[in-house]
């Protein structure tokens, strides 16, 4: 096999010019999905000036946007609000199955997520974020008390995201079978699972690898401020 980039390596990239293309809003080089959508972006591995410039224009002035996996330098008038190690891990043997208790999620219950989301904080949720793949829920007493499902698709693969638990519910394994189910329905697409989280969430690591998920690679979790004044973002600054 050759040594090349694979597309888990900027998996929004290749998802939004793959299987995601018509969610992609486009300014020069940078790519982004509506922000009703995903706060997930893409942009070259060594931006210039243009890029940066396209990139503020797009998210407008004091505006806060992701910078997956970005290690470089960001430009003077910029401002990291959020910074931290993240890990990408790879179906490796899960034991992906379907969930007898599990529901599919639609827009009906977007308000109902975002309430579980805003309590458990898996990662960004927004409105439309449903529309990115399958959700799956259970519910007790009518209650939806766990979340999980599909967001990047990367041509070949899917990633699992939004996985979630009620505090009152945990320890019941309801999020580890969610996470089976929905590998289960991305399998049974001909698509691979993977999933990202941060490599300080040692607990969620182990379980993952328990579950037949492998770690592929590190990556970075970074955010930035656009500049109050569009114009600003010329001379490049280290990001710690």
């Known amino acids: 096999m050759g040594g090349g980039p694979h597309v888990l390596d900027h998996p ?4 939004l010019t793959g299987p995601h293309a018509h969610f992609a809003e486009r300014r ?25 410039a396209d990139l503020a224009a797009l998210a407008g002035p004091g505006a806060e946007v992701p910078l997956p996996g970005f290690r470089g330098e960001i430009p003077a ?12 891990l790879v179906d490796d043997g899960v034991r992906a199955a379907p969930d007898p208790e599990a529901v599919r999620l639609g827009p009906a219950d ?8 805003a ?24 209650a939806l008390v766990a979340l999980a499902g599909e967001r990047l698709r990367p041509p070949g693969w899917t990633e699992i995201s939004a996985v ?7 320890g019941e394994g ?3 079978r969610l996470v089976l189910a929905v590998a289960h329905g991305i399998r049974e697409r001909g698509d691979t699972p993977f999933l990202h989280t941060a490599a300080a969430n040692t607990n969620a690591i182990r ?12 990556t970075a979790f970074l955010a930035a401020r656009t500049p109050e004044r569009l114009g600003e973002e010329r001379t490049a600054v280290p990001v710690s």
């Open 12 to 15: 929004a990239l290749a998802a």
């Open 28 to 52: 020069g080089r940078i790519l982004r999905y509506p922000v009703d959508v995903s706060p997930w972006l893409a942009m070259p591995d060594q931006p210039e000036a243009d890029d940066w």
């Open 77 to 88: 008038g910029w401002e990291v609000t959020f910074q931290a190690e993240g890990v990408q």
């Open 110 to 117: 977007v308000p109902e997520i975002l309430d579980l989301v």
């Open 119 to 142: 309590r458990t904080r898996p990662g960004p949720f927004e409105a439309r974020t449903i529309e990115l793949g399958d959700y799956l829920g259970i519910r007790r007493d009518g």
């Open 164 to 170: 979630c638990t009620d505090p009152a519910f945990r």
């Open 174 to 176: 309801l999020a580890t």
């Open 207 to 218: 379980l993952y690898e328990s579950l037949g998920f492998r770690l592929r690679r590190r």
